[in-house]
């Protein structure tokens, strides 16, 4: 099971653009900086979702110095490609920023491609 | 309402007192965001924890600076300003947070940040009277937008206790809202009537939040796996911060003269803080935009203080609590000495506001949820009064083109920021009326 964590000001949103997909292998919880900063240290969860207005710094919040920038990608206000996000995946970034306006693009294509590796 | 906005909006005309003071205070934002010690955009403030430790280089960190602002000024800031006649901390402020960043030496940033000041407090001017002059006038027309922004975000603090605490005490802060609003219209008609019922939104919603935090603390008390969280696993997280609280308290005395500034220049009154304030400014209603942007503090603060921990870069305008000060105090005198005050206790609180902040998860979640509930009424509120303008300068075809521009905005996936693209699109809309009319295509209607 992955645990995928939100944060931000559209974290209920991210939660619910994703839970009616209906993926397996993936639970995704409302969170917020602080706390997703402590559980992914400590292992107890694997992903972190974060949104503002513009898609960037205010998104990731804590994360980006707790984590290091090396496990940190901002889409901004782009919507990033399937392979974009692979890509990023298999730097091992953890953490993704996006924009509030563009939540219904790209959170289930992220989750999408996060469920399918657990398979 | 409508002839004391358009009687103040020929009050770009800046007294030569207040000229001095945005070019000066540009200037130094400039020079403090050249250093790295704070940045409006609270966007940008975590990145700068790579450029202090010297991981990334001044042209790539102003590039994202000016990524993340360019939108805000041009979208948010310059439509306001020319609309209310009123400076805002988008237009004077994101700019020099990336003039400052680009600036390569350090004496270049402070002249960089003066020369926006002066184009904002020249330029302005020479741009609102070209556009008064036009035969259709858009910016007379904008001034249709302060009556959707200040009454539709009179509710943000129901939207979020709904979103936080569930719909039946969101519904009872609704109802209080309203009952409050048509009451203080009833017995107060010259205050603006959302003031006392955004009080007790939001005094609602953190005494729902700092209850629920005080009841799960209590229940946890036996487990105590958070206190364990902040004292052990949380170590990283509070070397950090408190490296970060260290850096900012070596700059004390820029940060007074920063605080100082931003008091000063929210006490000459030709500046609002907030999304609502400059229309409230505009028409010289101090204390209602005093209290508009107290409230509004909250759904920032939690965001500026974590952010500023966790980079070692603070806001330029601190908890903003300097401009409800600013609006209220008598002279500038008195703004200066207050505003390096309230800088230096915030400065120096920071740490222990991080700690508090940590016990206090549903606090900072509130504060979330009031910052997306601003969002959302002002997204209605500033499209709902684009129309509103374009109706007024163009009519069915005003709504037509502006509608329009928005829609397809929309359509090719929000090429502009979605709450910028309305004023984006009357702007747009305005420059279309008048070459229409100049073809002898368009008769502008005579109000």
């Known amino acids: 099971m992955t645990k995928i964590l939100t944060g931000g000001v559209g974290k209920s949103e991210v939660v619910g653009a994703v839970t009616g997909l209906g993926l397996p292998g993936v639970e995704i919880v409302v969170s917020s900086d602080m706390d997703a900063a402590v559980l992914l240290r400590a292992g107890r969860a694997d992903y972190f979702l974060g949104t503002c207005h513009t898609g960037a710094g205010a998104s990731l919040g804590v994360l980006v110095g707790l984590l290091g920038a090396a496990a940190c990608h901002t889409f901004g206000r782009s919507v990033p490609s399937g392979a974009q996000i692979e890509a990023l995946l298999d730097e091992g970034k953890r953490v993704f920023g996006f924009a509030v306006d563009q939540i219904d693009a790209v959170a289930p294509a992220l989750v999408r491609a996060l469920a399918a590796r657990t398979l | 309402m409508g002839a004391q906005l358009a009687a103040a909006a020929g009050g770009l005309d800046f007294a030569p007192a207040q000229r001095l003071t945005v070019i000066g205070l540009c200037a130094l934002t400039a020079f403090v965001s050249h250093r790295a010690l704070a940045v409006f955009n609270d966007g940008v ?23 993340l602002s360019a939108g805000f000024v041009f979208g948010l800031g310059a439509p306001m300003a020319l609309s209310s006649g009123v400076l805002n901390p988008w237009l004077v402020f994101l700019p020099t947070d990336v003039l400052g960043i680009l600036a390569p030496r350090k004496w270049l940033a402070p002249v960089l940040g003066g020369a926006w000041g002066a184009v904002v407090v020249f330029g302005l001017k020479g741009a609102n009277d070209a556009a008064h002059r036009l035969p259709v006038d858009f910016l007379t027309a904008m001034q249709q937008m302060s009556t959707p922004i200040l009454f539709l975000f009179t509710l943000f603090p129901v939207l979020a206790v709904c979103k936080q605490f569930g719909r039946a005490r969101g519904a009872v802060a609704g109802a209080v809202e309203l009952v409050l609003v048509v009451l203080t219209m009833k017995l107060w008609p010259k205050v603006f009537a959302g ?61 007074m003269a920063l605080g100082a500034g931003v008091c000063l220049l929210s006490q000459t009154h030709i500046f609002g803080g907030g999304e609502a304030t400059s229309f409230l400014i505009a028409q010289g209603q101090y204390a209602e935009a005093a209290q508009v942007d107290f409230y509004r503090a909250f759904g920032f603060l939690p965001l500026i203080a974590t952010t500023a921990l966790a980079s070692g870069a603070y806001g330029i305008a601190g908890f903003t609590v300097v401009y409800p000060l600013g609006y209220l105090l008598p002279n500038p005198w008195l703004a200066v000495v207050c505003g390096a005050l309230v800088f230096t206790v915030e400065v120096l609180a920071l740490s222990g506001i991080g700690r508090v902040l940590g016990r206090l998860p549903s606090v900072r979640d509130s504060s979330e949820r009031l910052r997306s509930a601003i969002g959302d009424t002002l997204q209605l509120a500033v499209l709902f009064g684009s129309l509103l303008a374009a109706q007024t300068m163009g009519g069915g075809l005003g709504l037509l083109i502006v509608g329009g521009l928005y829609l397809l905005n929309e359509a090719m996936g929000r090429v502009v920021v979605r709450m910028a693209a309305g004023p984006a699109a009357v702007l747009a809309g305005g420059v279309l009326l008048n070459v229409l009319y100049w073809l002898d295509l368009f008769t502008p209607l005579t109000s």
């Open chain 2, 195 to 255: 003031s006392l019922a955004m009080a007790a939104g939001v005094l609602m919603l953190i005494g729902f939040a700092v209850a629920r935090d005080l009841r799960e603390r209590r229940d946890g008390a036996t487990t105590d796996q958070d206190a364990g969280n902040e004292t052990g696993v949380d170590d990283p997280m509070a070397s950090l911060f408190s490296a970060s609280a260290a850096r900012l308290r070596q700059h004390l005395p820029l940060f």
């Open chain 2, 45 to 67: 403030r975590p990145f700068l924890l790579d450029f202090v430790q010297g991981r990334t280089r001044r042209g790539a960190t102003g590039a994202v600076s000016f990524g």
